[in-house]
Nanobody, 115 residues
Framework: QVQLVESGGGLVQPGGSLRLSCAAS????????MSWFRQAPGKERELVAT???????NYPDSMKGRLAISRDNAKNTVYLQMNSLKPEDTAVYYC?????????WGQGTQVTVSS
């Protein structure tokens, strides 16, 4: 079955950086686009970044500049590098993909930006 396991979250000071990882299994990773979403307390889940099978990346306008999504098909892993973090980036970050038109989610990893 499809499994997505995120790691790398934690507490970071404003201006700091984090790299999140998502280990995928149960499907042909290299044939599927991968995305990162986040959900802050009291807010809806929002798309953060997407990477296609060819490595093409897409970010919402509000996310451009501080984030970089990448993938390692040999390791079945997708990454999210986050720089210049702000308190408003505090959220649970989820890895996600669609397999046979069914969206799958990881369990999420908490990112807290605070001094």
């Amino acid at each position: 079955q499809v499994q997505l396991v995120e790691s790398g979250g934690g507490l970071v000071q404003p201006g700091g950086s984090l790299r999140l990882s998502c280990a995928a299994s149960g499907f042909t990773f290299s044939n599927h686009a991968m995305s990162w979403f986040r959900q802050a307390p009291g807010k809806e889940r929002e798309l953060v970044a997407t990477i296609g099978v060819s490595g093409t990346t897409n970010y919402p306008d509000s996310m451009k500049g501080r984030l970089a999504i990448s993938r390692d098909n040999a390791k079945n892993t997708v990454y999210l590098q986050m720089n210049s973090l702000k308190p408003e980036d505090t959220a649970v970050y989820y890895c996600s993909t669609k397999v046979w038109n069914i969206r799958y989610w990881g369990q999420g990893t908490q990112v807290t930006v605070s001094s």
